[in-house]
């Protein structure tokens, strides 16, 4: 039964290598810890209760907590970065004609469906295709 535990904690590893996705990861102590219990001379069931057992703790006590620091430490990136972001109007535009906005030291078409000055702070709201879509931030230009 030793080389079986071995085995799933092997293959728990490998999977969570794979998939990445904190679904195998679980398994790999259990098996560890029933591993040891098989070479203790502990009975097949015990080992297989012990296994389930702390496999579910796991995955029910630290998936979520785990993951809920993994999403709090995470920052955004690309696109996901912009949204909510501070622009400025590099010309005036608005309605149905586009004009530029400067984000983060980088120029962007954009659509406002108000009326933009040159110079007037704007926030991101969304993007569409290549397109920044903004809404006025206030009526104050940057300096």
Do not use: H, Y
């Amino acid at each position: 039964m030793t080389m079986i535990w071995l085995f799933v904690a092997i293959a728990a590893v490998v999977m969570e290598v794979i998939t990445v996705q904190m679904v195998a990861i679980w398994f790999a102590p259990a098996a560890l810890i029933s591993m040891v219990l098989s070479l203790l001379g502990v009975n097949g069931v015990i080992q297989i209760v012990v296994f389930v057992l702390i496999s579910a703790f796991l995955v029910i006590f630290l998936f979520g907590k785990i993951r809920k620091n993994i999403a709090e430490k995470s920052e955004k990136t690309n696109i996901d970065a912009i949204i909510g972001a501070d622009a400025i109007a590099e010309e005036s535009f608005g309605g149905d004609v586009t004009g530029r906005v400067k984000i983060k030291d980088m120029s962007w078409k954009a659509s406002c469906e108000e009326s933009v000055e040159k110079g007037q702070k704007l926030t991101v709201k969304k993007i569409e295709g290549v397109t920044v879509v903004c809404a006025v931030k206030d009526t104050a230009k940057a300096k």
